[in-house]
């Protein structure tokens, strides 16, 4: 059997594997290629089964030092609010926001707010109008960036159509504040931090002191694919359940729709119609995942540029659906 050193060294050295798959060394080259001439990409990791098959960084700071992970944070959220359910702390995701953290809701929000559920934000679905895009800079330079969110009118059902808001997984990261009494750091620290072995600095807070859900959290690449390994084994590392498989299997069943990229959307995963589940961040981060074929990868990107679907992120499927898929 190939060892995973001398696998590494025919891939950084291209040579050919005459004993190897012949697709898995052309997937290899092919990945090279696209890492020289992906201007915006800093690093990639592709592990599969326990094999790192790919670890390249040509660009950026490295796999050991934190890179700003942007939306893939609202992935990391929907895991915690799993963990809050698990232990009861939340009874479950049809929970109201009215029950769970009333306090939060400001006076002259619209009488459906109490009703959203934990399920509705979780899946970008409390029917607001959105926070992100166009509206993002107002809402971060608002005295209040919960009851900011929870104020702007409804334009949908809640649990409709999928609206895209980072304002949706902060209002969740703030119920799961309210909820167990513990910060969104502390949270993430003690329940994927520690027990995997990888540390979570301090992010940004808004001006009541909730840390942001659903951007700006700092990871390394190589807690990133910690991450991806914990979506690709049903919620286990190392041998540690860490996150209850019921809710592993709940997230990456479909529930909404992007109307920009065309995914599914779980419990704050995007699910592909090639078979994988991925986080997603602004400017090309990726906590990727496919059980099917025991992959499990994770990229980093330039923070500061677009990825947009019809533009580097659509590079970024291709090279998963292609020579990355190829490596299985």
């Given amino acids: 059997m190939l060892s995973r050193r001398a696998f590494s060294t025919a891939l950084a050295s291209g040579l050919a594997l005459p004993f190897a798959h012949p697709s898995w060394a052309q997937s290899g080259q092919d990945i090279r290629n696209a890492v020289q001439t992906m201007s915006q990409l800093h690093s990639i990791q592709v592990r599969r089964g326990d094999d790192l098959l790919v670890s390249e960084a040509p660009r950026g700071p490295g796999l050991d030092?934190?890179?700003?992970?942007?939306?893939?944070?609202?992935?990391?959220?929907?895991?915690?609010?799993?963990?809050s359910i698990s232990r009861g702390e939340i009874a479950n995701v049809d929970a109201r926001l009215g029950d769970v953290a009333p306090g939060l809701i400001p006076g002259g929000a619209d009488t459906g707010v109490a009703d959203i559920t934990m399920e509705d934000l979780v899946t970008l679905r409390a029917g607001l109008e959105r926070t992100s895009g166009a509206?993002?800079?107002?809402?971060?330079?608002s005295g209040n960036w919960v009851a900011d969110a929870l104020s702007r009118p409804m334009i949908a059902k809640p649990g409709a159509r999928m609206l895209y808001s980072t304002g949706s997984t902060h209002v969740l990261g703030a119920a799961l504040t309210e909820a167990t009494g513990a910060s969104l750091l502390a949270l993430v620290r003690a329940r994927l931090?520690?027990?995997?072995?990888?540390?979570v600095p301090p992010w940004t807070r808004d001006p009541q002191g909730y840390y942001l859900g659903g951007n700006e959290m700092a990871l390394t690449p190589r807690a990133m694919l910690k991450l991806a390994l914990l979506m690709r084994d049903q919620g286990a590392f190392d041998g540690r359940q860490i996150v209850a498989r019921d809710w592993i299997d709940?997230?990456?069943t479909p529930r909404a729709r992007s109307p920009y990229s065309g995914m599914s959307y779980g419990y704050g995963w995007f699910l592909t119609r090639s078979g994988y589940v991925l986080a997603r961040g602004y400017g090309g981060q990726v906590i990727a995942a496919h059980s099917r074929r025991g992959?499990?990868?994770a990229i980093t990107s330039d923070p500061t540029q677009p990825a947009r679907s019809g533009g580097y992120f659509g590079d970024l499927v291709r090279l998963l659906d292609g020579p990355v898929l190829n490596l299985a």
């Fill in 65 to 83: 030092r934190q890179a700003n992970i942007k939306s893939c944070s609202k992935s990391i959220v929907a895991l915690l609010l799993g963990t």
């Fill in 135 to 141: 509206n993002y800079g107002g809402w971060v330079s």
């Fill in 193 to 199: 931090g520690d027990p995997m072995g990888f540390d």
């Fill in 250 to 252: 709940a997230s990456i």
């Fill in 295 to 297: 992959l499990a990868i």
